[in-house]
């Protein structure tokens, strides 16, 4: 079995750039809710890989702080990341809007 390369810079660049301007609402929900960081107030996404994600949250009082998501399988495009984390939104809320 071969293994995937990264994302292209570009890949990347796009979809971080997407993530943050037009979904840190979910950035902010990956590190709540699947990092448990309950007391985070912002997020950006700082980097993809196809085997995780890096998020740096601020708390409420103001700590700044990384938090690496590891995804369960190497995701295989930018299309199945876009998916993906798209699911693990809905999974965690009813709201498609994120």
Same mark, same amino acid.
């Given at each position: 079995?071969? %293994?995937?390369? #990264?994302? *292209?810079?570009? &890949?990347? *660049?796009?979809? @971080? &750039? ?6 840190? #609402? ?11 960081? @309950? #007391?985070? =107030? ?5 980097? @993809?890989?196809?085997? %995780?994600?890096? @998020? &740096? ?14 995804? &369960? ?15 693990? =939104?809905?999974? =965690? *809320? #009813?709201?498609? %809007?994120?």
């Amino acid at each position: 079995m071969s %293994q995937l390369s #990264d994302f *292209t810079i570009e &890949e990347k *660049t796009r979809m @971080i &750039e997407h993530m943050n301007d037009d979904h840190s #609402d979910a950035c902010l929900l990956y590190v709540q809710h699947y990092g448990e960081h @309950i #007391d985070a =107030v912002n997020a950006k996404m700082i980097n @993809i890989t196809r085997v %995780q994600m890096d @998020i &740096e949250a601020v708390r409420s009082d103001g700590d700044v702080f990384n938090y690496t998501y590891e995804f &369960e399988a190497p995701l295989k495009s930018v299309e199945h990341a876009a998916k993906h984390l798209a699911e693990m =939104v809905y999974s =965690v *809320t #009813d709201n498609k %809007q994120l």
